[in-house]
């Protein structure tokens, strides 16, 4: 059982919609991040938040947008997307000390872009 | 230079073959040490935490060497069960946040 919770675990949406995933984790951890993986493609990271404050941004277009209302919640709302988005899309979560725990993965969404 | 690197793969081995995975890093202040395995369509899930002194989990056996910034993961008598990529992890000590390689394929054959 995970303690990283993603939902929906599938997505389905057109070009001109808009949704949220969201991203839930019961772990106490304060560091949470975004990655995206195409199909039998590596994990790309997208963001990364550290004590609620966004510390990376690996050159995410705009149509991919990040909240942390707190440290236990991420979402990634989206946008105007492409079929090129269609990918899983997963959350982590680690707790941020001075010599890290491990991250800890939510099982994804499967985003399609129709 | 990149954080966090390694060889993509695949290995294709067969079964009760040894394999060994390398990864290097590229900021000496990073503190931790992780394998991570991802098998298809699946999350990442922790195999093991690398130590400095080096460490093994049955088959499995981690290295770390701080000096060359270089970490290693060796499978003893692959099982068809080992098929999967191999992910290594290091800590970003500038955000004290996880950094993970792109993985290295493994591919186990009868």
């Known amino acids: 059982e995970t303690g990283v919770t993603q939902t929906p675990r599938h997505l389905v949406m057109g070009m001109t919609n808009k949704k949220s995933l969201k991203c839930e984790q019961h772990?106490?951890?304060?560091?949470m991040y975004w990655y995206k993986q195409s199909a039998k493609k590596p994990l790309e990271l997208m963001f990364v938040?550290?004590?609620?404050?966004?510390?990376e941004n690996n050159s995410v277009p705009s149509r991919f947008s990040p909240e942390c209302p707190n440290s236990s919640h991420l979402f990634l709302h989206l946008h105007t997307l492409q079929p090129e988005d269609s990918a899983l899309y997963l959350c982590?979560?680690?707790?941020?000390?001075?010599?890290?725990?491990?991250?800890?993965f939510g099982q994804g969404t499967r985003l399609t872009v129709v | 230079r990149k954080e966090v690197e390694q060889d993509p793969g695949p290995f294709n081995v067969p079964e009760g073959a040894t394999v060994a995975f390398n990864c290097t890093y590229s900021?000496?202040?990073?503190?931790?040490f992780f394998w991570y395995r991802q098998d298809c369509r699946k999350e990442p899930k922790l195999l093991m935490s690398?130590?400095?002194s080096g460490n093994e989990d049955g088959r499995f056996t981690a290295q770390l060497n701080r000096a060359s910034q270089y970490i290693s993961l060796l499978i003893r008598d692959s099982k068809l069960s080992d098929s999967a990529t191999y992910l290594c992890?290091?800590?970003?000590?500038?955000?004290?946040?996880?950094?993970f390689g792109k993985g290295t394929m493994l591919l186990v054959s009868p």
């Open positions: 938040y550290s004590l609620e404050e966004r510390v």
């Open positions: 690398v130590y400095s």
């Open positions: 992890v290091v800590n970003n000590a500038r955000y004290s946040t996880l950094t």
């Open positions: 982590a979560s680690s707790q941020m000390v001075t010599g890290n725990t491990e991250a800890f």
């Open positions: 900021n000496s202040a990073s503190q931790s």
């Open positions: 772990l106490g951890h304060n560091a």
